[in-house]
């Protein structure tokens, strides 16, 4: 059966090492696999913007001996009305992978219900389980391999209701972390995804918590990371937000009460002065750049791992 991606526990915690393991292989060496090479083409579509999912799956795909084939909202006849699964029932005759940054979940679950290949989730609202594989991979990498992350405390402060808070829950037990949100009232996360990440928790020895307060969240954490307080969709609310989200700030006071060199993280684009101050994602602890670059080896790890199912 065609092994999809759309949220993060859908890779198994054995799964998810080996594509962990893959990715720090492919910055050692981009090329250890083609999987692609003919070329075979692999269809990125995209119904919100990007600038790191779109040039990361592009560059990995050419690098793999593939086609990047990109179709943007609007061009596509699903703008226009075609329904999602014959969308599906078109491309998977033609491409080898569709990867699909959308709205609702129940967009990708509709597509990779009628696909014969693989369909990743390139970010819904729901989730963003492509970027917690980099930043998986990158701490990996910067903490000596992937057997350093079971264990560690990940505190994410910020919108807890957004999908890279769902992400870092799912993904980071599946990696036997302790996952720790921080966020304000009104932000919580969906308590079915909380529970399954308990539940994965169980089973990893990681954990999970929740809290109302930025201290309790960071307080001893080894990797404090934060998103944008306004995701895709959001922007009518961003004056109310900002408000609300102060307190979740990424600053110097967090470094201090985090572990000793507890390493930053940031999806990105990053706003100076809102979610992040400048002094920290430009200081020594971030490894935000580290972590956009492991877009390009983590899904390129992904898709070999997932077309070789
Ligand atoms: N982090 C991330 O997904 O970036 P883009 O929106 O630029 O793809
Ligand atoms: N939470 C953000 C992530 C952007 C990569 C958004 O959905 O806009």
């Known amino acids: 059966m065609v092994h999809h991606f759309l949220r993060d526990d859908d890779l198994s915690p054995a799964q998810q090492r080996e594509v962990l393991e893959l990715a720090l292989e492919f910055k050692r060496d981009r090329y250890v696999t083609q999987p692609f090479v003919g070329p075979q083409a692999v269809a990125l579509l995209f119904d919100k913007h990007s600038t790191r999912t779109r040039v990361s799956f592009s560059a990995g795909i050419a690098e793999m001996g593939g086609y990047p084939l990109v179709i943007d909202a609007g061009n596509s006849q699903m703008a226009r009305g075609e329904s999602i699964a014959d969308t599906a029932r078109v491309l998977e005759r033609m491409v080898s992978a569709i990867i699909w940054r959308t709205f609702g979940q129940e967009r990708v679950e509709e597509m990779a219900a009628h696909s014969a290949v693989p369909v990743i989730n390139a970010l819904t609202d729901e989730f963003h389980p492509c970027q917690i594989l980099a930043d998986l991979a990158a701490v990996a990498d910067a903490r000596g391999g992937v057997g350093a992350l079971a264990g560690l405390d990940l505190a994410y402060v910020g919108d807890g209701a957004n999908n890279m808070a769902h992400s870092y829950l799912l993904g980071g037990v599946t990696a036997g972390m302790h996952v720790r949100i921080g966020t304000p009232e009104g932000y919580l996360p969906d308590p079915a995804i909380v529970d399954r990440a308990e539940q994965i928790a169980s089973e990893t020895g990681g954990s999970v918590l929740v809290t109302h307060w930025h201290d309790d969240a960071v307080r001893g954490a080894d990797v404090i990371a934060t998103d944008t307080w306004v995701s895709m969709g959001d922007e009518g609310e961003k004056a109310d937000r900002a408000k609300v989200f102060e307190p979740f700030q990424v600053n110097a006071a967090s470094l ?19 979610e992040i101050t400048a002094d920290v994602i430009d200081g020594d602890q971030s490894i935000v750049w580290l972590e956009a670059e492991y877009r390009l080896h983590a899904q390129k790890a992904l898709l070999a791992w997932l077309v070789r199912q």
Do not use: I
């Not at 985090?258 to 993280?265: E, H, R, S, T, W």
């Open 256 to 274: 201090e009460l985090a572990a000793p060199g507890a390493q930053v993280l940031h999806c990105l684009p990053a706003y100076r002065g809102k």
